[in-house]
């Protein structure tokens, strides 16, 4: 019985896939979601945030980010999107992205970024993890976490329904991981094109360490939805010179050891 939910609900996932070649991962892949569904859902989304999210207001704070976040989407490797960008009334240091185009960037987050250079990172962050469809992936991931536990719920077995509960979590945390890697090597590209100072975005990630060093919250680095920033610092130098410094490769080791 186990094998025949697997089967059924695998067979009706696969029907469902399109297969693309991703100018933003250089692979092809197959996803459930293409192009217009994915609008839907991030408009979906957005709606959802708009009523119940406090924008900023100002012109000239818009009319800034709204010029540096242009010129990345001009250079970025998904024309098939209308991006947006809002900045979020809120002191909270963070940015965040949905499927279909959508960045949102905190106004505390804002607030402590020095010029255009290290705003471009941060919006170019965002921007690779539309243009990479992480998103998109991680909600394909999670149907396979389902069928997975309607297998081991059909088999009667409580212990292995709690095995492929923490294995599937572990997965699914490593794999956020890499597109957070993957985001950033985006980043750096899309701003190089744009015109910016790619380096810049290790100050950004210095920020995003001292705010981390604030928090009272400390997870087992393998099983944090993003990277510690010291992790990303050595990702983006990579991508900015095409090395590996003798400093990074500590902090990749010295991150992976806490």
Do not use: W
């Not at 119940?52 to 490797?77: G, M, P, Q, Y």
Request: aromatic share 10%; hydrophobic share 40%; glycine share 6%.
């Amino acid at each position: 019985m186990k094998r025949l939910y697997s089967l059924f609900f695998v067979l009706i996932m696969l029907a469902g896939c399109t297969s693309e070649y991703n100018l933003a991962t250089g692979k092809e892949e197959r996803l459930l979601y293409g192009s217009e569904k994915e609008i839907n859902l991030g408009n979906a989304v957005a709606a959802q945030i708009e009523k119940e999210t406090k924008f900023v207001a100002d012109l000239d704070i818009n009319t800034r980010v709204r010029s540096i976040f242009d010129r990345l989407v001009k250079v970025c490797d998904r024309k098939d999107l209308v991006f947006t960008v809002r900045i979020i009334d809120d002191e909270t240091v963070n940015a965040f992205s949905i499927p279909g185009g959508y960045v949102y960037i905190y106004k505390g987050l804002l607030d402590k970024l020095k010029d255009d250079d290290e705003i471009a990172g941060v919006l170019g962050h965002e921007i690779g993890h539309i243009t990479a469809k992480h998103s998109l992936k991680r909600i394909q991931k999670s149907y396979g976490y389902t069928l997975m536990q309607i297998a081991s719920i059909g088999s009667g077995d409580a212990e292995l329904a709690q095995g492929v509960n923490a294995i599937l979590t572990t997965l699914y945390f490593a794999y956020s991981r890499e597109d957070e890697f993957e985001a950033d090597e985006l980043a750096v590209k899309y701003t190089r094109k744009a015109g910016f100072d790619p380096s810049k975005m290790t100050a950004v990630l210095e920020v995003l360490q001292a705010e981390e060093e604030k928090s009272s919250l400390r997870q087992v680095n393998y099983f944090r939805t993003h990277p510690y920033p010291k992790e990303r610092m050595a990702v983006v130098n990579k991508a900015v010179t095409g090395e590996t410094s003798f400093r990074d490769y500590l902090n990749l080791i010295g991150s992976d050891n806490e």
